[in-house]
């Protein structure tokens, strides 16, 4: 299985300043049809995931544009250009790439 | 308004048996992948197993290969799992979601506990 690796795991901010998440896979992410099926996710306390961000650098559709993905391979990163009180929760990143799907552990992003 | 509605989570003793269901509105299944995704009591989530549109391509994390179940019925516009002997580790809450790979709005139920203990 692919093994997702996220860092931190705990990211401590400040209101109105940047934050920025890593994630590393054990294997390439590109599939075999050539896309690289690469996806961030939010959790905020007590709700249900909510996907941000698709094939690495993609925003959902009503996602901040302060969010952006990048990367390519096995290197990943989640960045919030000003992280606002709303953005407090878990992040985890996640690849569709092989079977079967694997997240990364998370990263709990917190106000300082 | 699109919604997805998961039900069935229960306490069970190990090797229990259960069946949860996810009732979708708002939208209509047949033309999608859907999804089970589970998440430990304060843990992180895993993903759990797929189906494809008609029902006929099911994919599964080995840890429930050969005890669990995915299954649809587009008429009746709901996803199901069927989870039999269960075990400590399976203990989660259980959510449903409308999920693509690519572009397109996903949509994730607010989720069914399922607890294994004797």
């Known amino acids: 299985d692919v093994v997702m690796t996220q860092s931190p795991l705990s990211l401590p901010v400040t209101l109105g300043q940047p934050a920025s998440i890593s994630c590393r896979s054990s294997q390439s992410l590109v599939s075999s049809d050539g896309n690289t099926y690469f996806i961030w996710f939010q959790q905020r306390p007590g709700q249900s995931p909510r996907r941000l961000v698709y094939?690495?650098?993609n925003r959902d559709s009503g996602v901040p544009d302060r969010f952006s993905g990048s990367g390519s391979g096995t290197d990943f990163t989640l960045k919030i250009s000003r992280v606002e009180a709303e953005d407090v929760g878990v992040y985890y990143c996640?690849?569709?790439?092989?079977?079967?799907?694997?997240f990364g552990q998370g990263t709990k992003v917190e106000i300082k | 308004e699109v919604q997805l509605v998961e039900s069935g989570g229960d306490l069970v003793q190990p090797g229990g048996s259960l069946r949860l269901t996810c009732v979708a509105s708002?939208?209509?299944?047949?033309?999608?992948?859907m999804i089970w995704v589970r998440q430990a009591p304060g843990r992180g989530l895993e993903w759990v197993a797929n189906i494809n549109q008609d029902g006929n391509a099911k994919q599964y994390v080995d840890s429930v290969k050969g005890r669990f179940t995915i299954s649809r019925d587009n008429a009746k516009n709901s996803l199901y799992l069927q989870m039999n002997s269960l075990r400590a580790e399976d203990t989660a809450i259980y959510y449903c979601?409308?999920?693509?790979?690519?572009?397109?709005?996903?949509?994730w139920g607010q989720g069914t506990l399922v607890t294994v203990s004797s």
């Open positions: 996640m690849q569709g790439s092989h079977w079967p799907w694997t």
């Open positions: 094939k690495v650098s």
């Open positions: 708002g939208f209509t299944i047949s033309n999608y992948w």
């Open positions: 979601a409308k999920f693509t790979r690519s572009a397109g709005d996903t949509y």
